[in-house]
């Protein structure tokens, strides 16, 4: 079965700070995605990026970036520069390849609260 | 852009009622799923619904729950005699392929049962 595992629960920084919000995974399959949503104040999921098990080239986005290391089954998110606008619930989830349908599932998610 | 859209957006209801919660999913999408967000707590799959049938469901979705697609467009959720335990945001989804694409969210819909 998948699992995922964001071990930090809350984290706090300050503007322009750096900060990378940590996800592990397990899974049996050798085909597998992996996502990471942002969920802000207002309730909705926003689709951030997703990653092919096969495809371990890291990814930059404007401020974000992503670290995926299938060595460590890990694939970790990190905010440069961060702003009061990144302040949201941040949600690592896994999808198999070997089932017939997209049931993601879901870390516990990490609240990052980014103070000016 | 399209998107997937949520019906209601809150919901208030008496514990033992039933609820229809819709969605409309993103028009050329085959697959569609529901997901429940306990306050504070985290995302979790409830059931996948393909070619007009359940293709996978989650211990949470017992037999209070069921989901139809009773046209073309509409993909629903009911809960047939909510609990107080049922409240959450709920979330429908849909893919294009099975192969797991990216799953479009909609905007969630807020139950709450007193």
């Known amino acids: 079965a998948q699992k995922v595992t964001q071990a930090q629960t809350e984290i706090s920084v300050v503007e322009k700070e750096d900060v990378t919000l940590d996800c592990v995974y397990e899974t049996r399959d050798t085909t597998y995605y992996l996502f990471w949503y942002k969920q802000p104040p207002s309730g909705e999921l926003v689709f951030l990026i997703r990653?092919?098990?096969?495809?371990?080239q890291n990814e930059i986005s404007g401020r974000y970036s992503w670290n995926f290391q299938k060595s460590t089954s890990s694939f970790n998110f990190t905010i440069t520069a961060s702003q009061v606008v990144d302040s949201a619930v941040y949600f690592c989830a896994l999808s198999e390849a070997g089932h017939n349908n997209n049931d993601m599932r879901f870390g516990a998610g990490t609240r990052l609260t980014v103070k000016p | 852009e399209p998107e997937v859209t949520q019906t209601p957006s809150h919901q208030v209801t008496q514990m033992g009622q039933e609820v229809i919660l819709r969605c409309v999913p993103i028009?050329?999408?085959?697959?569609f799923y529901w997901y429940r967000q306990i306050l504070g707590q985290k995302v979790e799959f409830l059931v996948s619904f393909y070619n007009n049938e359940i293709s996978e469901k989650s211990e949470i979705f017992d037999d209070q729950f069921s989901v139809e697609r009773p046209d073309g467009s509409n993909f629903t959720l009911k809960i047939r005699s909510t609990k107080l335990e049922d409240s959450a945001m709920y979330f429908c989804?849909?893919?294009?392929?099975?192969?797991?694409?990216?799953?479009?969210f909609g905007e969630g819909s807020r139950l709450t049962v007193l």
């Open positions: 990653r092919n098990s096969f495809d371990e």
């Open positions: 028009s050329n999408h085959l697959y």
């Open positions: 989804a849909s893919s294009e392929t099975h192969s797991t694409g990216e799953l479009f």
